[in-house]
C-alpha cells in the first residue's frame, strides 16, 4: 500500500461518499430504527471505501445494493440475539418499527404491507428513492428487464390491493377506508 | 373512479411518496458526516482487508454467490454421505428401542476435505435430528449422549454416537466431546453433522438452533 495510492484513494471517496451520505440514511430510515440504520450506515460507507474501485460512474444504486446487504446481515444478528434474549428473560424486547409518515395513508400501508415483500421492496425503490428499473436492477442484482417486469406486476398487484381495500371499506377512496 | 389516485403509474408513484416514513428525516449534522467518513477511511488503513480485497478480488462478491457456492458444497457432501448410506444405514432402526430407554444411533461424520460453509439456520433446519444433550461417557469409538432437548427428530433417551478409530479421529477433530459437557448436536441420514452444525453448547449455536427451528 503506497500513500500515494492512499491519496488518491481518499481524493475519490471524499468526492463521492458525501453525496452517497443522505439517501443511504433516508434509505435506511425507511426501513429500520435510527440505532440500527447509524450502525449499517457505517457498515455501508466501509464496503464502499473497500470496494471504491467497484464504484461504478453513478455509484448510488450500487451504494443502495450494499446497503440492502448490510441491513439484512445486521437483522440476522439482531434476530439471533432476541431468540437469545427470550431464552434468557423471557421477554421479547419492543420491536423496532420504522418511524410513520406524519399522515398516514391506511389503505395504502396495508395494501404494502400485504404485498410479497419483494414486490413491496421494488414498489419503495421506485417510488420512494425514486429509481428507474434499470438501478432497481443494480440493487437487487438482478437484470433490467427483470427488474422492468417485476416491477410492473408488483404495481398492478398493488392496484389490486388497493382496489380490494375499496371494496371492503365500501369507500371509494377515504382516509378512514379501514374496515374495523 | 377518478379519483382514487393509482390509476397511473404517475399517481401511484405520488401516492407512494406522499407516505415516504423519511420524507421528515432532518438531514445528518456535518462534523457527524465528516467525522464518519474519516473513520471509514482510517478504519481500514492498518486493515489488511483491503489489501487482501484487491488481490484476490473476491470480496466484490454478492454474499448470495458464497450462499449459493457453500449450498452446493453441501449438496455435494449430502450425496456422497447417502450414498455411504445404503450400505450401512445408521439411522435408528424402530425395532432397536428397548421397554427402559430408547436409544438414537448415530454414526460419524464422513471424513471430507470439502470445505466448511458459515452454518446457516436454513441449512441447520434440514437436518433430520438436532437436540441438546450432555456427555454421560466417552468409550472406545463410542459416545453417549444424554439429550435434554429436541430441535427436530424422535425424541429418545439416550443419543449415541459410533465411530470407527479413524472415524471418530475426524470427529473428534470436529467435535470435541467430553464427558460432562453439554452439546448441541444435528445429524442427517444417521451421521453427525460437522461443520459448525454441532459442537460444545454455545449461546451463538443455541441462537442459530433457535432459529432453525423455531417453536
Same mark, same amino acid.
Given at each position: 500500500?503506497?500513500?500515494?495510492?492512499?491519496?488518491?484513494?481518499?481524493?475519490?471517496?471524499?468526492?463521492?461518499? +458525501?453525496?452517497?451520505?443522505? +439517501?443511504?440514511?433516508?434509505?435506511?430510515?425507511?426501513?429500520?430504527?435510527?440505532?440500527?440504520?447509524?450502525?449499517?450506515? =457505517?457498515?455501508?460507507?466501509?464496503?464502499?471505501?473497500?470496494?471504491?474501485?467497484?464504484?461504478?460512474?453513478?455509484?448510488? +444504486?450500487?451504494?443502495?445494493?450494499?446497503?440492502?446487504?448490510?441491513?439484512?446481515?445486521?437483522?440476522?444478528?439482531?434476530?439471533?440475539?432476541?431468540?437469545?434474549?427470550?431464552?434468557? =428473560?423471557?421477554?421479547?424486547?419492543?420491536?423496532?418499527?420504522?418511524?410513520?409518515?406524519?399522515?398516514?395513508?391506511?389503505?395504502? =400501508?396495508?395494501?404494502?404491507?400485504?404485498?410479497?415483500?419483494?414486490?413491496?421492496?421494488?414498489?419503495?425503490?421506485?417510488?420512494?428513492?425514486?429509481?428507474?428499473?434499470?438501478?432497481?436492477?443494480?440493487?437487487?442484482?438482478?437484470?433490467?428487464?427483470?427488474?422492468?417486469?417485476?416491477?410492473?406486476?408488483?404495481?398492478?398487484?398493488?392496484? =389490486?390491493?388497493?382496489?380490494?381495500?375499496?371494496?371492503?371499506?365500501?369507500?371509494?377512496?377515504?382516509?378512514?377506508?379501514?374496515?374495523? | 373512479?377518478?379519483?382514487?389516485?393509482?390509476?397511473?403509474?404517475?399517481?401511484? !408513484?405520488?401516492?407512494?411518496?406522499?407516505?415516504?416514513?423519511?420524507?421528515?428525516?432532518?438531514?445528518?449534522?456535518?462534523? !457527524?458526516?465528516? !467525522?464518519?467518513?474519516?473513520?471509514?477511511?482510517?478504519?481500514?488503513?492498518?486493515?489488511?482487508?483491503?489489501?487482501?480485497?484487491?488481490?484476490?478480488?473476491?470480496?466484490? !462478491?454478492?454474499?448470495?454467490?458464497?450462499?449459493?457456492?457453500?449450498?452446493?458444497?453441501?449438496?455435494?457432501?449430502?450425496?456422497?454421505?447417502?450414498?455411504?448410506?445404503?450400505?450401512?444405514?445408521?439411522?435408528?432402526?424402530?425395532?432397536?428401542?428397548?421397554?427402559?430407554?430408547?436409544?438414537?444411533?448415530?454414526?460419524?461424520?464422513?471424513?471430507?476435505?470439502?470445505?466448511?460453509?458459515?452454518?446457516?439456520?436454513?441449512?441447520?433446519?434440514?437436518?433430520?435430528?438436532?437436540?441438546?444433550?450432555?456427555?454421560?461417557?466417552?468409550?472406545?469409538?463410542?459416545?453417549?449422549?444424554?439429550?435434554?432437548?429436541?430441535?427436530?427428530?424422535?425424541?429418545?433417551?439416550?443419543?449415541?454416537?459410533?465411530?470407527?478409530?479413524?472415524?471418530?479421529?475426524?470427529?473428534?477433530?470436529?467435535?470435541?466431546?467430553?464427558?460432562?459437557?453439554?452439546?448441541?448436536?444435528?445429524?442427517?441420514?444417521?451421521?453427525?453433522?460437522?461443520?459448525?452444525?454441532?459442537?460444545?453448547?454455545?449461546?451463538?449455536?443455541?441462537?442459530?438452533?433457535?432459529?432453525?427451528?423455531?417453536?
Amino acid at each position: 500500500m503506497r500513500p500515494v495510492v492512499d491519496d488518491d484513494r481518499r481524493a475519490r471517496f471524499e468526492e463521492l461518499a +458525501p453525496a452517497l451520505m443522505e +439517501p443511504l440514511r433516508r434509505f435506511l430510515a425507511r426501513r429500520t430504527d435510527a440505532a440500527t440504520a447509524d450502525d449499517v450506515l =457505517a457498515d455501508t460507507l466501509l464496503v464502499c471505501w473497500r470496494r471504491l474501485d467497484e464504484l461504478p460512474a453513478a455509484p448510488l +444504486p450500487f451504494a443502495y445494493g450494499v446497503a440492502r446487504n448490510c441491513l439484512a446481515n445486521a437483522e440476522r444478528g439482531a434476530r439471533r440475539q432476541q431468540r437469545v434474549a427470550a431464552k434468557v =428473560a423471557s421477554v421479547d424486547p419492543p420491536r423496532a418499527s420504522t418511524p410513520g409518515p406524519g399522515e398516514k395513508d391506511h389503505p395504502l =400501508a396495508d395494501a404494502l404491507e400485504r404485498l410479497r415483500p419483494d414486490d413491496a421492496e421494488l414498489l419503495r425503490l421506485w417510488a420512494w428513492e425514486q429509481l428507474t428499473p434499470a438501478e432497481i436492477a443494480t440493487v437487487l442484482d438482478i437484470t433490467a428487464n427483470a427488474a422492468s417486469i417485476r416491477l410492473h406486476r408488483a404495481r398492478e398487484k398493488l392496484r =389490486a390491493e388497493l382496489r380490494k381495500n375499496a371494496l371492503v371499506s365500501g369507500h371509494e377512496e377515504s382516509r378512514e377506508g379501514r374496515s374495523s | 373512479m377518478t379519483a382514487d389516485g393509482w390509476n397511473t403509474d404517475d399517481e401511484l !408513484r405520488a401516492r407512494l411518496h406522499a407516505a415516504d416514513p423519511a420524507s421528515s428525516l432532518p438531514p445528518a449534522d456535518p462534523s !457527524r458526516v465528516a !467525522r464518519l467518513l474519516e473513520d471509514t477511511m482510517s478504519s481500514s488503513n492498518d486493515g489488511d482487508l483491503m489489501t487482501r480485497s484487491r488481490e484476490t478480488g473476491t470480496h466484490g !462478491r454478492n454474499p448470495l454467490t458464497w450462499l449459493v457456492a457453500a449450498a452446493a458444497v453441501l449438496l455435494i457432501a449430502g450425496a456422497g454421505a447417502y450414498g455411504l448410506m445404503n450400505r450401512d444405514t445408521g439411522t435408528p432402526a424402530p425395532g432397536s428401542t428397548t421397554a427402559t430407554s430408547t436409544v438414537t444411533e448415530l454414526s460419524a461424520p464422513v471424513a471430507s476435505s470439502a470445505k466448511c460453509m458459515v452454518p446457516s439456520a436454513e441449512v441447520l433446519g434440514q437436518q433430520s435430528l438436532a437436540f441438546e444433550g450432555t456427555v454421560q461417557e466417552v468409550t472406545d469409538g463410542k459416545v453417549v449422549l444424554n439429550p435434554t432437548n429436541f430441535y427436530a427428530g424422535d425424541v429418545t433417551d439416550l443419543v449415541t454416537v459410533t465411530a470407527s478409530t479413524a472415524d471418530l479421529q475426524a470427529l473428534v477433530g470436529a467435535v470435541d466431546f467430553q464427558e460432562g459437557k453439554n452439546y448441541l448436536v444435528s445429524a442427517s441420514d444417521g451421521r453427525v453433522s460437522v461443520c459448525g452444525l454441532s459442537g460444545p453448547w454455545s449461546a451463538d449455536l443455541a441462537a442459530l438452533y433457535q432459529e432453525a427451528f423455531p417453536g
